[in-house]
């Protein structure tokens, strides 16, 4: 069975840094893309990043482009989001998701709260 | 980029009706689309993905169907555990975007 475990969300003053981390099990890890999606309270869906099976190639949102960076450790199944400068609307629950023979499988989502 | 704009935004409906929800990209995206269930609370789920291919485990009561820009989610029999928000994403090119969900809801 596919798991997607995320942590690392907590509260974080505006500027500050948070690392969010997802681990996988239940299917190869090293061999899929994986992505962070967003959500802010009320609001819709909001893809943030994603990384290629062997994190050769990575994307960002124009949003968090300069300021977020995606990582993973195919030997630890387990990948990363490394966020600094957080402003107020970086605010969201934080979803990794993987896309296993083309089906997408979430994690349950962890908070970042940006606020003073 | 890439612009999807789901219709309705929300809808309401009877246990047993036919619902459909529909998807349109701003430009021609194949079938390089997929579906997503969204109860209050929780994480999304995936139900439909490259437009037509059900997620393992997924009841057939949800098809989708479309190519090019026009594509459409339907739920052939709307049971109690169906109302909840649905999101189209595309993902031919990157950034990868979504639509602004259809609030599917009880009438």
């Known amino acids: 069975e596919v798991q997607l475990l995320e942590s690392g969300g907590s509260l974080v003053q505006p500027g500050g840094s948070l690392k969010l981390s997802c681990a996988a099990s239940?299917?190869?890890?090293?061999?899929?893309?994986m992505t962070w999606v967003r959500q802010a309270a009320g609001k819709g869906l909001e893809w943030v990043s994603t990384?290629?099976?062997?994190?050769?190639?990575?994307y960002y949102a124009d949003s968090v482009k300069g300021r977020f960076s995606i990582s993973r450790d195919n030997s630890m199944d387990t990948l990363y989001l490394q966020m600094s400068s957080l402003r107020a609307e970086d605010t969201a629950v934080y979803f990794c998701?993987?896309?296993?023979?083309?089906?997408?499988?979430w994690g349950q989502g962890t908070l970042v709260t940006v606020s003073s | 980029d890439i612009q999807m704009t789901q219709s309705p935004s929300s809808l309401s409906a009877s246990v047993g009706d036919r619902v459909t929800i529909t998807c349109r990209a701003s430009?021609?995206?194949?079938?390089?689309l997929a579906w997503f269930q969204q109860k209050p609370g929780k994480a999304p789920k995936s139900l439909i993905y490259a437009a037509s291919s059900l997620q393992s485990g997924v009841p057939s009561k949800f098809s989708g169907s479309g190519s090019g820009t026009d594509f459409t989610l339907t739920i052939s029999s709307l049971q109690p555990e169906d109302f909840a928000t649905y999101y189209c994403?595309?993902?031919?090119?990157?950034?990868?975007?979504f639509g602004g969900g259809t609030k599917v809801e009880i009438k």
């Open positions: 990384i290629s099976a062997g994190g050769g190639s990575t």
């Open positions: 998701r993987g896309t296993v023979a083309g089906n997408y499988y």
């Open positions: 239940g299917f190869t890890f090293s061999s899929y893309a």
């Open positions: 430009q021609g995206i194949s079938n390089y």
């Open positions: 994403q595309q993902y031919s090119s990157y950034p990868l975007t």
